[in-house]
């Protein structure tokens, strides 16, 4: 089956800054990657995806980019800020080709420092 | 509002007392699952549910059922809890029957003493 790999466990960045957050993935049939934000308290929330036909997306301050070849995906937010302290996580998952559903990273803790 | 609703919140228990976590959705969705998350393990499923009387087995489905008779509600049963099945639980939801695009519950906090 699918693992997915994800680092760092912790990211501690200043305000303003950037922050990226790395995951592999092992099964090559995985064309899904989206990615959560889970927010003390609260159920894991979508932020954004991206399939395997493309290599980058974008949303506002957010952007996921894929490299199918090397088989790891990551997550950039640019100009940080307080609200963005949370705990990510990745995942992977085969749309068409079975119901597995999501396979997850373990997470990172995301923390924004003032 | 599209939601899924999960009860109760929070519940502590002591072991072999049988108890059962509801979820129910009103998007719609084909796809329900259920999900456990413990510190240094991230989330991981235990059961799935591709359409009405349709369920499998997830990557740790032991000493848990399912049902799925309606569209919109997958329960969770325990049937005997132990303490090892402390963790907090989400339900979640997917419009296709593939279960990519997944919408989570507000989540279960259990405690098995």
């Known amino acids: 089956g699918e693992n997915v790999e994800q680092h760092p466990s912790t990211l501690s960045v200043q305000e303003g800054d950037s922050a990226v957050i790395k995951c592999t993935y092992s099964?090559?049939?995985?064309?899904?990657f989206p990615w959560y934000k889970q927010e003390l308290g609260k159920g894991p929330q979508l932020i954004i995806d991206i399939r395997s036909n493309v290599g980058e997306k974008k949303d506002q301050r957010i952007a996921v980019t894929l490299n199918k070849t090397a088989k790891h995906f990551s997550l950039h937010i640019t100009e940080t800020q307080p609200e963005d302290s949370a705990v990510y996580f990745c995942?992977?998952?085969?749309?068409?080709?079975?119901?597995?559903?999501?396979?997850f990273g373990k997470g990172t803790h995301l923390i924004i420092q003032p | 509002e599209a939601q899924v609703t999960q009860n109760p919140r929070y519940l502590i228990t002591v072991t072999g007392k049988k108890l059962t976590v509801t979820c129910s959705q009103n998007m719609n969705h084909e796809y329900m699952s259920w999900y456990r998350q413990d510190p240094g393990l991230g989330l991981r499923q235990i059961y799935y549910?591709?359409?009405?009387?349709?369920?499998d087995k997830g990557d740790v489905p032991e000493g848990y059922k399912v049902s799925r008779k309606e569209k919109r509600n997958f329960p969770l049963i325990l049937e005997s809890p132990s303490p090892n099945q402390t963790s907090l639980y989400f339900c979640?939801?997917?419009?296709?029957?593939?279960?990519?695009?997944?919408?989570f519950g507000p989540g279960t906090r259990l405690t098995v003493l």
């Open positions: 979640a939801s997917s419009p296709g029957t593939s279960g990519d695009t997944q919408y």
């Open positions: 099964d090559s049939a995985s064309n899904y």
């Open positions: 995942a992977a998952s085969r749309t068409g080709g079975g119901a597995d559903g999501l396979t």
């Open positions: 549910s591709m359409n009405v009387e349709v369920t």
